[in-house]
């Protein structure tokens, strides 16, 4: 799911203060972990991938999420740190 689309209609503009950046972060953290779980939950029931696979899947996915959402933070929202 990418950053800076709405979540549960939240979304963030330019001029975003604290408050709202966190309550936003959380709903998308929220959203990005129910996508993962659906994905991993179906390829594994569906015997897609064997239980290392998912655990891999999972994880992968759950830092390479985090990792463009420190990376869209950093570039875009520099003075909120």
Same mark, same amino acid.
């Given at each position: 799911?990418?950053? /800076?689309?709405?979540?549960?209609?939240?979304?963030?503009? &330019?001029?975003?203060? +604290?408050?709202?950046?966190?309550?936003? #972060?959380?709903?998308?953290?929220?959203?990005?972990?129910?996508?993962?779980?659906?994905?991993?939950?179906? /390829?594994?029931?569906?015997?897609?991938?064997?239980?290392? &696979?998912?655990?891999? +899947?999972?994880?992968?996915?759950?830092? #390479?999420?985090?990792?463009?959402?420190?990376?869209?933070?950093?570039?875009?929202?520099?003075?909120?740190?």
């Amino acid at each position: 799911m990418a950053l /800076g689309q709405p979540v549960e209609g939240i979304f963030i503009p &330019e001029n975003q203060n +604290f408050e709202r950046m966190r309550e936003y #972060l959380s709903k998308w953290v929220g959203k990005v972990f129910d996508l993962i779980t659906k994905e991993a939950f179906h /390829g594994f029931f569906t015997n897609k991938m064997n239980e290392l &696979e998912t655990r891999v +899947f999972v994880c992968n996915n759950i830092i #390479l999420n985090f990792h463009e959402m420190l990376s869209h933070l950093r570039k875009n929202y520099e003075k909120l740190w």
